[in-house]
């Protein structure tokens, strides 16, 4: 009994600092002192397994795993907001609701989150589901996940209403975003594009600890109470005001993120400030929301199918900056790709500094003429990498010239080729390149490669710049000793390392097939080639027609992939890797394809079958088909099971997808 006291007393004041520190930014106790809280709590509830509580702050760590999102229904729907791109677009907007409502308008201002946007239900004071937006009506329950994001309370005071929902957008900020891209950098993995897309694929994660991790948040934006006047709240204003006493973070805690305005002057200001602002936010925004305050005046205006008509979006512009062009550098890619990099005078563009961007190909430099010295134009739109997108020719220093495309290598000084359909130059020095080399080696490291682990970059680097690499197959070669000799490799390091090596000759022939960097073999690619196929003998036998055989495979990629096997030092290659003992080729039961029956045809699998879902997708590939994540207007066939979400098959309807019952599969097979 008075374990149980105590773990619920302990409870409440997590709960309580949590809230201070992750929603208030104002903590009362240090870090250690909440650690030691903590921790006593994790032994309390280890004792008394009873007492388990998904809600319990021990469970922020995360540790909970999703199969698959269950798909939900939705409260109330939730829909999109009409967009506006101009200061006269808002004027007409308040106008209009103006002619149609009886009386003055209370707006209010806040800000256009880039995020994702979620549902929170709360029952009984506590977390209970968190859904995402989906399609507007049925969202998929991401809850496990979700109770990881520590600015999200997971339960309420007494205080609050038994019963409401929350809706708001989750976000990456951008210095965790920042923070992960490094750690992925030192990994060797590919780099997340920007914050929004890595917050929409974490929350998708099976694996709620490694949500955890990612340091996501949440800003609200709605406040759904069944019954609002019984707890005072008359509009958007005082509902937001509500929800922060009730322990959520609420824009009202940052400066001017929260405004009210009796007038369009007072909406315009706020559109003022924040094109400006914006800048020194530490998340990304894509502009303002325009809302109509009352709720009673809201049900009056009503909404479209789409969009309610009393909010507004104001989307800014894509962020520009002006800076100095300094030089045109040249980077070589690992098939050889040349590709021309800008290097600017660091300028600022929506929350980072930029200082290289990109240039595309010598048509793009031809066709803006940009030359060394002139002041351009740098856009940052939702890629990664910024990049160059004009000139202003005005300021263009007297005495300048064209640019001269580079016609050697930067690397090597062999001379560049350019296909005459190509709009890339490549440098052709495939084995005596030395970027070209490393950067193969990395590629054939990487995650979704042959996934050995400390082999990054830098990694690469290091060994490459001690003479100890010159090619894939000496990875196999490597010993303990020479590696003892390296900087920060003590005998820790080095025994991972040589074990992440030793454990690539188990990676599966699929992935070592990407793995080898062929140009145009991608993953889709090299995962038909080997199924198709088999084994490497019989690639390497296969001329361009029994290529083109494959729906995947197209003239480029077989001229690709049969000049790569005329290379003798690609033969050596594989033959080195054989020798160590690689995967080359692929079991019967592993699944070499068997027909092309299927092949062009595009299938999603959902629901329950007679055989595993993961089986009769094997069969869908082992037939030439091609395997799809959601219908969508590629789709040619859903596979429908028992117990498939309704919305699957009446989007796949909507969309004239033909959907197929088990047996009516199977009866496309050969016998
Ligand atoms: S209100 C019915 N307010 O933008 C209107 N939405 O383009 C409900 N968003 O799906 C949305 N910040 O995910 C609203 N301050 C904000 C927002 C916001 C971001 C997202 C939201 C919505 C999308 C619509």
């Known amino acids: 009994m008075q374990e149980e006291l105590r773990i619920a007393e302990l409870r409440r004041i997590l709960h309580q600092h949590n809230h201070r520190y992750y929603v208030l930014a ?86 256009k989150y880039d995020g994702v946007a979620i549902a929170l239900q709360y029952e009984g004071h506590r977390l209970v589901r968190a859904l995402t937006r989906g399609d507007g009506t049925v ?45 992925r950098r030192e990994k060797g993995e590919k780099l997340f594009a920007n914050p929004r897309n890595t917050a929409a694929g974490t929350l998708k994660l099976q694996d709620s600890s490694e ?20 707890w005072g709240v008359d509009g958007h204003e005082a509902g937001v005001k509500a929800a922060a006493e009730w322990g959520f973070k609420t824009p009202l805690q940052r400066d001017r993120a929260f405004e009210s305005a009796d007038n369009v002057e007072g909406v315009m200001d706020f559109l003022a400030h924040w094109s400006e602002a914006r800048r020194d936010l530490p998340f990304a925004i894509d502009g303002v929301v325009i809302k109509v ?102 300021e263009r220093p007297p005495l300048s010239s064209p640019h001269v495309y580079a016609t050697e ?62 090619d894939v197959a000496d990875l196999f070669d490597l010993t303990l000793e020479p590696l003892l000799t390296l900087d920060r490799m003590g005998e820790k390091r080095a025994g991972n390392l040589l074990e992440g090596i030793a454990a690539a000759k188990e990676v599966p022939f699929e992935r070592l097939m990407f793995g080898l960097g062929i140009r145009h073999v991608g993953e889709t690619v090299a995962k038909r080639l080997v199924r198709h196929f088999g084994s490497i003998e019989a690639l390497q036998s296969a001329d361009e027609a029994a290529l083109l055989e494959l729906d995947v495979v197209g003239p480029v990629i077989a001229e690709s992939v049969v000049s790569w096997f005329k290379e003798p030092a690609n033969g050596q290659r594989i033959h080195r890797l054989a020798n160590a003992g690689l995967q080359f080729s692929i079991e019967e039961a592993e699944g070499q394809e068997v027909s092309q029956v299927l092949a062009g045809k595009s299938f999603v699998v959902s629901g329950v079958f007679s055989i595993p879902r993961d089986d009769l997708k094997r069969i869908v590939e082992r037939h030439g088909g091609r395997l799809l994540g959601g219908v969508s207007g590629k789709t040619d066939y859903l596979l429908a099971g028992e117990k498939m979400g309704p919305s699957k098959r009446e989007k796949a309807e909507r969309l004239g997808v033909s959907v197929l019952s088990e047996e009516q599969f199977m009866a496309m097979l050969p016998a």
């Open 293 to 394: 305050d009352r709720y009673a005046q809201r049900r009056t205006l009503g909404s479209t199918a789409k969009a309610p008509r009393w909010a507004l979006a104001y989307k800014f512009e894509t962020e520009q900056g002006l800076t100095r062009l300094e030089r045109i550098a040249y980077q070589v890619g690992r098939t050889g790709a040349i590709t021309p990099v800008a290097h600017l005078e660091p300028v600022p563009i929506a929350g980072t500094t930029v200082s290289k961007a990109s240039l595309h190909n010598a048509d793009q430099i031809a066709l803006l003429d940009i030359r060394e010295g002139d002041m351009v134009r740098v856009e940052k739109g939702g890629e990664i990498i910024p990049k160059v997108v004009g000139v202003v020719m005005e």
């Open 211 to 230: 949500v955890a991790r990612r340091g996501l948040d949440c800003l609200l934006y709605s406040v759904l109470l069944d019954a609002p006047e019984e």
């Open 409 to 470: 290598c930067p690397d090597c000084g062999a001379t560049l080729e350019r296909a005459e359909d190509e709009a890339r130059h490549y440098c052709p020095n495939a084995e005596g390149c030395p970027e070209q080399i490393k950067g193969r080696i990395e590629h054939f490291a990487s995650r979704r490669a042959m996934n050995i682990d400390g082999l990054g970059s830098e990694g690469v680097e290091q060994l490459w710049e001690a003479g100890l690499i010159r």
């Open 139 to 183: 969202g998929e329950d991401i809850t496990t996940n979700v109770r990881t994001i520590r600015s999200i309370p997971l339960s309420l005071p007494d205080s609050a209403p038994e019963k409401m929902e929350i809706r708001g957008e989750i976000i990456l900020p951008f210095a965790a975003f920042e923070a992960l891209n490094a750690q």
């Open 26 to 111: 104002a903590p009362t106790i240090s870090d250690r002192e909440f650690d030691a809280l903590l921790g006593e709590l994790t032994l309390l509830e280890a004792s008394r397994p009873d007492l388990w509580d998904p809600n319990s702050p021990t469970q922020r760590v995360g540790g909970g795993f999703t199969e698959q999102f269950e798909k939900v229904a939705h409260s109330r729907p939730m829909l999109s907001l009409a967009n506006s791109y101009s200061r006269e677009d808002v004027e007409d907007w308040a106008q209009r609701i103006h002619k149609e409502s009886a009386g003055e308008t209370r707006f209010t201002c806040e800000l």
